[in-house]
């Protein structure tokens, strides 16, 4: 098995539920967005170029996505903790996804690769 999907197999329900359809969400946003382990998580790229992770938060045990670029954005629902670049998105496993909201963010995140604002390969 695949360290990629063994990591989502090892975890605890509703957990392992949510990281997977935040896998799929992620993974749909984009027809260039690929999924890789990486720094011993899943990552994901848009175009080879690192765009966001999944995680689970150490102190309130939740799924999140961090959002590589985070730093750049001003939405009152990203938490940034000690993190220089990085926000995050916490999801609450008990609660039905914010679809809306994980999609909105993603999408602004993408833009700034398809704006050129950060480089990608084509």
């Not at 993974?27 to 899943?42: C, E, F």
């Not at 954005?73 to 996804?97: A, G, H, V, Y």
Request: net charge positive; aromatic share 14%.
């Amino acid at each position: 098995m695949k360290e990629l999907d063994s990591f989502f197999s090892q975890q605890i329900e509703p957990i392992k539920e949510t990281l997977l359809a935040l896998k799929e969400i992620i993974l749909k946003q984009d027809k260039d967005v690929s999924s890789a382990w990486k720094y011993g998580m899943p990552f994901f790229y848009y175009k080879r170029k690192m765009f966001c992770y999944l995680w689970v938060h150490k102190k309130l045990k939740q799924p999140y996505i961090g959002l590589v670029e985070g730093y750049r954005f001003d939405e009152p629902f990203l938490l940034q903790e000690k993190r220089s670049r990085m926000k995050i998105l916490l999801i609450d496993p008990n609660l039905d996804l914010p679809l809306q909201t994980i999609e909105v963010i993603l999408q602004k995140v993408l833009d700034l690769y398809k704006n050129g604002e950060i480089k990608v390969k084509d």
